[in-house]
């Protein structure tokens, strides 16, 4: 079935620093990725729509240029999460959708950011 | 935005007892999808639901889907301690592309 590989799976950094989280699609073309940031013991939030070959499409009171989406190519979109501070401390997920019969999402494992 | 709500928020049962969790939602929707997350892991899709279908099966899973009460419900039936997990009702408006999701359950199955 349709898999999406992201990593990393858990990263610790420093406030200001910038991190970059990869999302990849492995054995599908995802012209499509949505990225979401989830709280603890919350839902998910939609944070963009990355479609590629054109720009990422933001959610409102989301930070463009703080949350840097990139889909260069049909199996690869990033995250960059510019200038960080520890309240961009979350967990972040990818997803694209699967196709099929079965229809929904597949989703990346997550990444827990820490900002420190 | 948030657009599904589930309830309840948090669900504690025997192993063997089942489990039903709701969610409502507020706009027209082209299809709801229920999808489980293991703690601080990614979600995995358990079922899809078409506006135009009332009920699926799946294994243990049983899906309904009142579009005139905006709302479904998730059965699982004859639970395990595996099941321990958030489950979370998302809707789509339009094709997937505008996937919103609830707030989730948290099911706790004891042993």
């Known amino acids: 079935g349709a898999v999406v590989s992201q990593h990393p799976s858990r990263v610790i950094c420093k406030s200001g620093t910038s991190v970059k989280i990869e999302c990849r699609s492995l054995d599908f073309q995802a012209t499509t990725m949505f990225w979401y940031r989830q709280f603890p013991k919350q839902s998910l939030m939609l944070m963009a729509t990355?479609?590629?070959?054109?720009?990422?499409?933001?959610e409102q009171g989301v930070e463009k240029d703080k949350f840097l989406i990139n889909h260069a190519s049909l199996t690869l979109s990033t995250l960059t999460v510019t200038s960080a501070h520890p309240e961009d401390s979350s967990f972040y997920i990818c997803?694209?959708?699967?196709?099929?019969?079965?229809?929904?999402?597949?989703f990346g494992s997550g990444t827990r950011l820490t900002v420190v | 935005s948030q657009q599904g709500e589930e309830d309840p928020q948090a669900l504690s049962i025997q192993e063997g007892e089942n489990a039903t969790m709701n969610c409502s939602y507020k706009t027209s929707i082209n299809n709801l999808q229920w999808y489980r997350q293991n703690s601080g892991r990614g979600l995995v899709h358990l079922i899809l639901i078409r506006s135009n279908e009332r009920e699926k099966h799946s294994g243990r899973l049983r899906v309904t889907l009142d579009t005139s009460k905006k709302s479904s419900s998730l059965l699982i039936t004859a639970s395990r301690a595996a099941d321990t997990a958030s489950y979370f009702c998302a809707t789509a408006v339009y094709n997937n592309n505008d996937m919103r999701f609830g707030a989730g359950t948290r099911l706790t199955v004891k042993p």
């Open positions: 990355s479609n590629e070959g054109s720009k990422a499409t933001y």
């Open positions: 997803s694209a959708p699967a196709g099929g019969r079965m229809g929904g999402y597949t």
